[in-house]
């Protein structure tokens, strides 16, 4: 008998169990949405003057102070002009400062109080 009541049941359970799983058409494969993909790409570019840049010294100014306002250390401005004493540069005198740092065409000016 019981074999009468699980035989019946097994018969009409597999057909809900199979459109359950889901079907062998194409549509059951395109159920999700296509996946996006973002790339993004960031170039950075430095580009140093390869102009020459000349200064006059004015009175009162030293290759330290020159220097200092250009931004660049002595040593480099000595060895560009081959200045063979650093401390004796004169008024007038045109130097060439290195390349890759911004022009300067007047010194800021000090007062001094005494």
């Known amino acids: 008998m019981r ?6 049941l097994v018969v009409l359970a597999a057909p809900v169990l199979v459109a359950a799983c889901g079907s062998d058409d ?3 494969f395109t159920t999700l949405p296509p996946i996006e ?3 993004t790409t960031t170039t950075t570019t ?7 840049i000349f200064y ?14 250009f931004g660049v250390p002595v040593p480099a401005i000595v060895e560009l002009n081959d200045i063979e004493n ?3 540069v004169q008024a007038g005198q045109t130097i060439e400062i290195p390349s890759g ?3 300067i065409t007047e010194l800021p ?4 109080e005494g």
């Open 37 to 39: 993909v973002t790339t």
């Open 101 to 103: 740092v911004q022009l």
């Open 109 to 112: 000016t000090t007062t001094t």
């Open 26 to 28: 194409d549509g059951a």
């Open 3 to 8: 074999r009468l009541i699980v035989l019946p």
């Open 56 to 69: 006059t010294i004015k009175p009162g100014e030293s290759l330290a102070i020159i220097a200092e306002s």
């Open 46 to 52: 430095t580009t140093i003057s390869t102009d020459r």
């Open 86 to 88: 650093p401390d004796n």
